[in-house]
């Protein structure tokens, strides 16, 4: 039986590579808070059964490059960066305990309890299951109203992106 939570392949593709084209603007247009939207935008966004995301966006991104230019011509200006390409990387997420996101889910654990990306995880998985705002808001009244607010922003920006792919 399909979930209807997890997009198909070809519609996981498509919201991935406009995930992929937004992070190249990011990393050299905007800088790191966009970039950060960018990437939390490619966490929350469900993969189809079997997909590694991180591998999926890897590959995403490899696509988009000239694969006729050399690692020096395409990383080039970032010789202008103090650190050079090592100033474009974000600082490790850690990986999301599901055991923990299924029982917040359930009601049985708060969602305060939960590290950050665990509780992103559990909104976006509330908005793709159609509950509005509001009725998160009443189902996880313990989080903070800014954070959680934060949160749902970026769950319907992400669902957004899949669903214009």
């Known amino acids: 039986m399909h979930n209807p939570t997890t997009p198909t392949m070809q519609r ?9 084209a937004r992070l190249v603007g990011a990393v ?4 790191p808070d ?18 590694d995301p991180a ?3 890897a590959v995403t991104l490899a696509a988009m490059v000239d694969p006729t230019r050399t690692a020096g011509e395409l990383l080039a200006w970032c010789a202008a960066l103090d650190g050079g390409a090592a100033d474009l990387h974000p600082a490790p997420v850690p990986l999301a305990r599901p055991a923990l996101v299924e029982h917040c ?3 049985r654990l708060p969602i305060h309890a939960l590290a950050e990306h665990e509780a992103r995880r559990v909104i976006r998985i509330e908005v793709d299951r159609g509950r509005t705002d509001a009725e998160i808001a009443d189902r ?12 749902l922003t970026v769950a319907r920006r992400a669902a ?3 669903a214009a792919a």
């Open 55 to 57: 591998a999926a966006l």
């Open 28 to 31: 050299h247009d905007d800088g």
């Open 34 to 51: 966009e970039r950060d939207r960018v990437l939390t935008d490619a966490r929350a966004l469900p993969a189809p059964p079997g997909v």
């Open 105 to 107: 889910l359930a009601g």
């Open 140 to 151: 996880h009244h313990a989080a903070d109203p800014t954070r959680l607010r934060h949160w």
């Open 160 to 162: 957004a992106v899949e």
């Open 12 to 20: 996981y593709a498509a919201s991935l590579a406009t995930i992929a």
